[in-house]
């Protein structure tokens, strides 16, 4: 059974940081990309970050570019999301997925999904 589990969740001031993780046990996504997305309260769910198989390849949503870093370590199954400068508007329920497919700039889907771990960034 192919679980996606993320932690690093919580609370952060807006200017700070902070750092998810997210383990995945059932089957190695080595050669799978992996990547992130988050829902905001009342909106629909949006991509945020995508990494290729090997590391080599990162793609961000305009809204988090150059503040967002998504890194994987393939020996542990797990990928991260390094937040900086955070706003309060990135406050969402951030999840981790596995083999996604893109249909458009920003328009992305997966076949894996974790269960989601809360960032809340007050002002």
């Known amino acids: 059974q192919v679980q996606l589990v993320e932690s690093g969740g919580g609370l952060v001031q807006a200017g700070g940081s902070l750092s998810l993780s997210c383990a995945a046990s059932?089957?190695?996504?080595?050669?799978?990309?992996m990547g992130w997305f988050r829902q905001a309260p009342g909106k629909e769910r949006e991509f945020v970050a995508v990494?290729?198989?090997?590391?080599?390849?990162?793609t961000y949503a305009d809204s988090v570019k150059g503040r967002f870093t998504i890194s994987r370590d393939n020996a542990k199954n797990t990928v991260y999301l390094q937040m900086n400068s955070l706003k309060s508007e990135d406050t969402a329920v951030y999840y981790c997925?596995?083999?996604?497919?893109?249909?458009?700039?920003?328009?992305?889907?997966?076949?894996?999904w974790g269960q989601g771990t809360q960032v809340t960034v007050s002002s």
């Open positions: 059932g089957r190695t996504f080595s050669r799978s990309n």
């Open positions: 997925a596995a083999d996604l497919s893109r249909a458009g700039k920003d328009n992305w889907g997966a076949d894996y």
């Open positions: 990494i290729g198989w090997n590391g080599s390849i990162g």
